[in-house]
């Protein structure tokens, strides 16, 4: 198949152009300079998706500009997707996020489920992958709960009670190239979850067994009234990593029922199973 990957250099997208592409498919992973997600331009995006067969979606920014991730989960998604049905590209593969909701008060999942919406009513065949908290060496966030997990002393919000199903990187981007080259049913959405639901307390304390082999951390308990005052700071420092929004988003669970995404690629694995193999 002749394939665009969007976000192909990222932390998901570049396993799945290397998986892909070792199975004989010609993928395409435009550069921000030939497309500008910020500020795309049509005739370029027709020069990228001419005689291609399906559209890979793989982008997703943290920002603590609303309107940056409205831009580029929501706006220049729904471009795109109209260019592509117009040039004929039947079938579009979306990497979403768990919980995506255009109603969520959280911007980020906001704008994620505007840009799911729009890609399913454009589309003729599309593919949504919603994965839960991501492992794997080299993305942002689970470099910071690395980090965290080698502290000797872990102050955590509500003493990180926060359900979470993490699920590896590698079976994420597996996933997704399954649905590029088995298309499930137009208007599927796959929760991409782990094999196993554990507070952040506990995922900090697997990473601190299996990765640095050290004993169980002291853990101080962090009122979030305490915690909230600064998370305006936090959200520009952080460029919207830590934010009312991150802590909103973790209150409510990151957990998913994942038969779905079993009969993708069999059982995922529980974060002892992924974390002790890294």
């Known amino acids: 198949m002749n394939i665009v990957l969007l976000g192909g ?4 997208g570049s396993r799945v152009a290397k998986m892909l592409r070792n199975k004989g498919h010609i993928v395409t992973t435009p550069t921000r300079k030939e497309l500008d997600l910020l500020n795309p331009n049509r005739q370029n995006i ?14 997703g920014v943290m920002s603590r500009y609303d309107e940056v991730l409205d ?6 998604p729904k471009l795109l997707a109209e260019i592509a ?3 004929n590209i039947k079938h579009w593969v979306q990497l979403s996020a768990l919980g995506a909701d255009s109603q969520y008060p959280a911007e980020f999942l906001a704008s994620k489920g505007r840009g799911d919406n729009a890609v399913l009513h454009i589309m003729p065949s599309v593919n949504i992958a ?17 980090k965290l997990a080698k502290l000797p002393i872990l102050g ?15 079976e994420v981007a597996q996933g997704l190239a399954n649905m590029t080259e088995n298309p499930v049913p137009h208007s599927t959405v796959v929760n991409m979850t782990g094999g196993k639901v554990v507070s952040m307390a506990q995922y900090l304390a697997i990473m601190r067994q299996n ?34 929004d991150s802590i909103k988003m973790l209150q409510d669970g990151n957990t998913a029922d994942n038969t779905a995404f079993a009969r993708l690629l069999g059982t995922p694995q529980s974060p002892e199973m992924f974390i002790q193999a890294a």
Request: proline share 10%; hydrophobic share 45%.
């Open 9 to 12: 250099s990222g932390f998901v």
């Open 85 to 87: 049905a117009d040039m």
């Open 211 to 244: 990765l640095h082999h050290k004993p169980p951390a002291k853990m101080l308990n962090i009122p979030l009234s305490l915690i909230k005052p600064f998370l305006p700071i936090a959200k520009v420092l952080s460029n919207g990593m830590l934010s009312p």
């Open 46 to 59: 027709e020069k990228i998706f001419a005689d291609k067969e399906v559209i890979i979606n793989a982008v």
């Open 156 to 170: 955590l919000p509500e003493k990180g009670d926060f359900a979470l199903q993490p699920v590896h990187v590698d």
């Open 71 to 76: 831009k580029v989960h929501y706006q220049t």
């Open 130 to 146: 919603r994965p839960s908290v991501i492992y794997g060496r080299g993305g942002a966030s689970c470099e910071l709960f690395i």
